[in-house]
């Protein structure tokens, strides 16, 4: 059963573009919503997260929104670069939980040309 | 930089044998996991253990088993691979004072049984 469901599976922008992972879940219980970005190569590290108090959140040229009456939440890229190729991943758990309850989406391949 | 480390990289077994793979990490965190990634990308989590003497199954069934004598190493067995035991594996950590730690991954072994 899939709590977490990612879109799209793949995408490719040019360099300078927005390009937007959206993902939707189903426990309301979910109060924590991390996002992860892998390289080939390598595991996956922690790229930023939001709490459903906010509706967004910025570090950098990520953006996360987060829609908690639709239970959907978005990654955006500001200005993204052929250096932001990756896969991303959507995450939730519930708050105070460890991360062996973390939920992943199925994972978003990214490719900037430049 | 990696504080987690996995070997091997890369390992071609054939069925039958029985493998592990390594997983320590230096940053004393006790709850450590392990993840089987398909080549479609989606992580599934397989085991998990929140310290010494203490391991768990995850949300996916698997036929390999794990211990944790150490806190600093969490070793994956598989008895007898098989074809269908072919996979990426992750291993990774978190602190377990803090909510919602991130995880902290390893770079990975790629297993093929051939």
């Known amino acids: 059963q899939q709590q977490v469901k990612q879109s799209p599976q793949s995408l490719i922008v040019q360099k300078g573009g927005i390009p937007i992972i959206n993902c939707a879940y189903e426990?309301?219980?979910?109060?924590?919503f991390p996002w992860y970005q892998q390289f080939p190569g390598k595991g996956p590290a922690l790229l930023i997260a939001i709490r459903p108090d906010v509706s967004e959140k910025k570090e950098g040229r990520f953006t996360i929104s987060f829609n908690k009456s639709a239970k959907q939440f978005s990654l955006h890229i500001m200005d993204s670069q052929p250096g932001d190729s990756a896969t991303y991943f959507c995450?939730?758990?519930?708050?105070?939980?460890?991360?062996?309850?973390?939920?992943f989406g199925e994972g978003t391949q990214l490719t900037v040309n430049p | 930089e990696a504080d987690i480390y996995q070997t091997p990289r890369y390992l071609v077994i054939g069925t039958g044998k029985k493998i592990t793979l390594e997983c320590s990490q230096t940053m004393g965190h006790d709850k450590m996991y392990w993840y089987q990634q398909d080549p479609g990308m989606e992580l599934h989590l397989i085991h998990y253990s929140y310290g010494v003497n203490s391991t768990e199954k995850g949300d996916l069934s698997s036929e390999s088993t794990v211990s944790r004598i150490r806190t600093e190493h969490f070793p994956l067995t598989l008895e007898s691979a098989r074809p269908s035991h072919t996979s990426q594996y992750l291993c990774?950590?978190?602190?377990?004072?803090?909510?919602?730690?991130?995880?902290?991954f390893g770079n990975g072994t790629r297993l093929t049984v051939t």
């Open positions: 426990n309301t219980a979910f109060d924590y």
């Open positions: 995450a939730a758990s519930i708050a105070g939980t460890s991360g062996s309850r973390l939920t």
């Open positions: 990774a950590s978190s602190e377990i004072e803090r909510d919602n730690s991130p995880l902290h």
